[in-house]
């Protein structure tokens, strides 16, 4: 099993989960997070005064898959959340050891 681990514009969060649903696989779990890359953040205007805003808003998503999904979901995310721009994101890939499901108490990838 394996964890991908994507963090991405928040405004393609929609579009990945149709693409997710798409391909079969519905479970997700979404967390709001503020961070920055190399860019260290956006340099803004407001009323002729610039300022930087360092922390930008992104969205991680999180799956846990079978090894055989990997690829698949991964060309998905890259897929939809391309833009060809600075900040589109970046997908993390993590062995997971074992899951289990706790109301039946199937473990591997019986638990997914």
């Known amino acids: 099993m394996k964890k991908i681990e994507a963090i991405i514009r928040p405004d393609k969060m929609e579009v990945l ?3 997710l649903d798409k391909v079969g696989y519905p479970g997700i779990m979404v967390s709001e997070i503020k ?3 190399k860019q260290r953040g956006i340099n803004h205007q407001f009323r002729g005064v610039e300022y930087k805003e360092y922390f930008i808003s ?3 998503i999180e799956l846990i898959v079978p090894d055989s999904q990997v690829k698949k979901l ?3 995310i ?3 959340c391309r833009s060809g721009a600075v900040g589109d994101g970046k997908i993390f ?3 997971v050891d074992d899951a289990v499901r706790i109301r039946t108490g199937e473990s591997g990838d019986l638990a997914l």
């Open 74 to 76: 991964v060309e998905a």
């Open 17 to 19: 989960k149709a693409e």
């Open 35 to 37: 961070g920055h890359g």
């Open 78 to 80: 890259t897929e939809v």
């Open 93 to 95: 890939v993590f062995p």
């Open 58 to 60: 992104k969205v991680r």
